[in-house]
């Protein structure tokens, strides 16, 4: 079956421009993640969402960057008045419901470049 | 807030050379898994490891969880260069919740 998609790939945009991405979890996924990954670094938690329950925001860097899901589905990231050090790669990550049911399933995730 | 400590940080091996990655956590995890990414890619899960002291392996990789479920290792055997890319611990309080990633082990193979 299809994946995590995310789109776009690619974004470059300029310095203090909005930007949007998006994440399309793998189907009946309840769970979902945002994370960002600077060049060669790890994984930075970003905001969980899970169910209908109020997600979980407390790895946004700051109060440019929200997100939103809509429906228990796609999830947008939003990034407002980028800045370079902003950016990175956005990985989104979905997990189906259920005691045990741990793994999460990455998508390609969106290379931002703020210039 | 738990940490997941994650060492080395990087590691250089000859190819057919062991290599070993090790994951510590401040807390008590629920359970622990791993994650491969390749250069230009995005992670991929490997295991899952959920009891304590399980060791469970796949063909040269042998993955085990400490007794007290606070630490973790991930051995591969005689390496290959497809081995190459970054290794993810990560791990959380309870099952459901975020997880807690490391930081990684870069992991370069020269054949």
């Known amino acids: 079956g299809a994946g995590v998609s995310q789109s776009p790939s690619n974004k470059v945009t300029e310095k203090g421009k909005d930007v949007e991405l998006r994440c399309d979890p793998i189907s009946g996924h309840t769970a979902l993640y945002w994370y960002r990954q600077s060049l060669g670094q790890g994984l930075e938690f970003l905001i969980y969402f899970q169910g209908n329950s109020a997600p979980d925001k407390s790895g946004l860097p700051s109060d440019r960057f929200s997100a939103e899901r809509t429906g228990g589905s796609v999830s947008t990231l939003t990034i407002q008045r980028t800045q370079q050090e902003d950016s990175a790669v956005y990985l989104c990550?979905?997990?189906?419901?259920?005691?045990?049911?741990?793994?999460?399933?990455f998508g390609p995730g969106t290379r931002l470049t703020v210039l | 807030g738990q940490q997941v400590m994650q060492i080395p940080q990087y590691q250089h091996v000859q190819e057919g050379e062991d290599f070993t990655t090790y994951c510590n956590s401040s807390?008590?995890?629920?359970?622990i898994q791993w994650y491969k990414q390749r250069p230009g890619g995005h992670p991929v899960f490997l295991i899952q490891l959920v009891k304590s002291g399980e060791v469970k392996k796949q063909k040269r990789l042998t993955f085990q969880f400490g007794e007290a479920k606070k630490n973790s290792s991930l051995h591969i055997t005689a390496t290959q260069t497809t081995d190459v890319g970054t290794y993810f611990c990560a791990g959380g309080p309870n099952s459901g919740y975020a997880l807690n990633f490391g930081k990684g082990t870069s992991l370069l193979v020269t054949p």
């Open positions: 807390t008590t995890l629920s359970n």
């Open positions: 990550a979905s997990r189906p419901a259920g005691w045990g049911k741990d793994t999460q399933y």
